[in-house]
DNA sequence: AAACCTATTATTGCATACATGATTATTGAC
DNA sequence: GTCAATAATCATGTATGCAATAATAGGTTT
């Protein structure tokens, strides 16, 4: 006793939550979704108003969310959600884009046919966006298909990992919207991606799908500027949430 | 104001902390050590004496190890030392080879002259423990090594992610000392390793250094079915720790 | 004797209360 | 009028108390 067999752990969320589960969903929605900005400050007092339970349980998601790098906790100065800096950012494409590449080769040899028919899934659904110039459909569209390639890598650690990266940048990412002709240059740069998966050439793979985050870092690089005015308009507002 | 701008971020723990930070210091060392092994249950309140706080930072500490992948919190069950099972544990090792071999392609490129020195002073230090036949200090000179690497990559993200890894499965590194002749083989990979980056070979280092964390994750997985067999024992017995 | 059901215990999850440090506002001086 | 120092306010960090659930032990039944 007062031991955990492996066998017992067949569940996901190394974390626990009653409360702090809904929390969590919420906030990370809020986050991603734009509705609570980078450098927005997360006052307990307030959340916990907000979704009616005492500052606790409020406490513990924060410092979840911090640990998975969507919120910074300063000690006696509060909760943020995380500002990423110019330095910050593009070393976080970095990481995002090795990770994808690495996914992309393991996925190319090891996809099985489910894995294969969720991709061209995905990738179906970005051609229908791009054509219908839906930005919200291949947004969603996107993320299922780098999505299908984590998943068929059939690790689910670098899978969780990935997972984890694409959400502390999700936030950055609608800022992208603004890069023309975005969706039909990200489009082609799947099939790329695409085609070299479907044929099992890992490396070619890899290294299309590290260009593409890599191209993606450097377009949103460009747009750093746009960025800091628009934080500095909302520190300006005083942004409120909910 | 309600803005955190990012040039205040420059400090690294993304995480609260007063009695926190040394709580998790502490549980970090006791898990990495071996104190706590896999599979330990920690009791909020024999925690919250051992440390003599109260029961609240020892949750929020809980909470953090738990997001850091240290420990797992089943609901209403408790927090125990994370145990991976054998396909979480392949699963690991691939997903740290593929961390190792993106930051020895970067640090090929990237590595200053400070960097080369840590490392070249970390490759010493192994050269001298295996003379020595040091178990220990082989120990603590492969993680410089391996550090210098992250480092030089100049990526502190990657970096973060590759530390936080290792950590993560320091606690199972302890039984490679059971693999004869481990010292010997790991300092001759280093070598091949070390010869690639300082000759600004990312592609070979890369490589190299994949193979590296191959080749122990399988002598590791080799020794599985002595590692159940001492958890079991420790079942058995009812560890206790302190 | 073994298995199942029940009652007790113990631990987690959350709420509330208090203390300390940071932030802000006010007041005074230059 | 501006800057600085000090006091008041507010938010965070920690402790404690209560409720609900899971683990456990005991008794009963087959």
């Given amino acids: 006793m007062a031991i ?31 509705r609570l900005r980078p450098g927005r400050r997360l006052d307990e007092v ?64 090891r996809m099985g046919p489910s894995d294969r028919a969720a991709l061209h899934e995905a990738h179906g659904a970005c051609r229908a966006a791009v054509g219908a110039g839906d930005e919200a459909a291949y947004y969603a569209a996107n993320a299922r298909f780098h999505g299908a390639i984590y998943a068929g890598t059939g690790n689910r650690m670098l899978c969780a990992e990935a997972q984890r990266l694409q959400r502390s940048l999700q936030p950055y990412r609608r800022l992208q919207l603004r890069v023309p002709r975005r969706m039909e240059a990200s489009f082609a740069e799947h099939e ?41 308009a909302v520190a300006q507002a005083g942004y409120q949430a909910g």
Same sequence: chains 1, 2.
Avoid: N, Y
């Fill in 46 to 109: 307030s959340l916990a108003e907000r979704f009616g339970v005492s500052r606790t349980p409020v406490r513990e998601t924060l410092i979840q969310l911090a640990a998975s790098g969507l919120v910074e906790i300063r000690p006696r100065r509060g909760a943020f959600v995380v500002l990423l800096g110019p330095r910050e950012l593009m070393e976080s494409f970095e990481l995002m884009a090795e990770v994808e590449a690495s996914c992309a080769r393991l996925a190319a040899q």
């Fill in 4 to 34: 955990l067999t492996w066998a017992a752990m067949e569940k996901e969320p190394r974390v626990r939550g009653e409360q702090t589960q809904k929390l969590r969903e919420a906030l990370e929605e809020d986050i991603a979704s734009g």
């Fill in 192 to 232: 790329g991606v695409l085609e070299a998966l479907v044929a099992g050439d890992g490396a070619t793979a890899a290294e299309r799908l590290r260009a593409h985050v890599v191209v993606q870092g450097e377009r949103f690089m460009a747009l750093l500027a746009v960025l800091q005015d628009e934080t500095d």
